[in-house]
């Protein structure tokens, strides 16, 4: 079955920029998106195919794919992007979700 | 406002069926622009994918789940219903009701608040 694999844990200063990695065989023709999930809350889409963001993200999400890899790139961080991140992508009509990325603002 | 509001037992006892409903408000239902969707969360862990149905009835689901699970539509009351069969331990978890953007790519773009079914004896 298709895998996606995502570091457990990154931390990033405030203001600094923070990178999330998801791998995938092939990704970057599958297209991916990624979903932030705070504590106790529902996830969130923050970025769609590959590099859209939804209506009400702000700008400083911004996500890539290259090869085998998408990256979520978080600009200026904040202490409210303190979260749990997913990537998504399809295989064989399903959706296969990574195994989450905790996001620790320092 | 889109609302997705799930409901059904937050207790079952292993081997029996899990059965949670779906219900849509403040958005187009029966849109051919929309399908909708089951992803669940176990305590502690990360998403998991259970199924998608479109509107014209088609289902997708998880390969690892694919045996047990069936969703189903109910147009009439903007429903959307998720049935696993054979529930374990493992199936403890927060279940997602999600809407998915009918595009290429699809994506998840909206989701319920969970709702959590504890499978114990």
């Known amino acids: 079955s298709y895998e996606l694999t995502q570091p457990p844990s990154v931390s990033v200063s405030p203001g600094q920029t923070a990178s999330i990695t998801c791998s995938g065989d092939?990704?970057?023709?599958?297209?991916a998106c990624w979903y932030q999930q705070k504590p106790g809350q529902s996830p969130v889409l923050v970025i769609y195919?590959?590099?859209n963001r939804p209506s009400g993200i702000p700008e400083r999400f911004s996500g890539s794919t290259s090869g085998n890899t998408a990256t979520l790139t978080i600009s200026g961080t904040q202490a409210m992007d303190e979260a749990d991140y997913y990537c998504?992508?399809?295989?064989?009509?399903?959706?296969?979700f990574g195994g989450g990325t905790k996001l620790t603002v320092l | 406002q889109l609302q997705l509001q799930e409901s059904g037992p937050g207790l079952i006892k292993p081997s029996e069926t899990l059965s949670l409903t779906c219900t849509v408000s403040g958005g187009s239902f029966n849109s051919p622009s929309f399908y909708w969707g089951w992803v669940r969360q176990p305590p502690g862990k990360g998403l998991e994918y259970i199924g998608t149905i479109y509107f014209t009835g088609s289902t997708y689901y998880s390969p690892s789940l694919k045996s047990r699970v069936t969703t189903s539509l109910d147009t009439s009351k903007n429903q959307v219903s998720l049935q696993l069969t054979s529930v374990t331990a493992a199936d403890t978890a927060v279940y997602f009701c999600?809407?998915?953007?009918?595009?290429?790519?699809?994506?998840?773009?909206?989701w319920g608040l969970g709702t959590l079914v504890a499978v114990s004896s």
């Open positions: 999600v809407r998915g953007q009918r595009s290429h790519p699809p994506y998840f773009d909206s």
């Open positions: 195919q590959d590099y």
């Open positions: 998504q992508t399809w295989d064989s009509g399903a959706a296969v």
């Open positions: 092939k990704l970057g023709d599958k297209y």
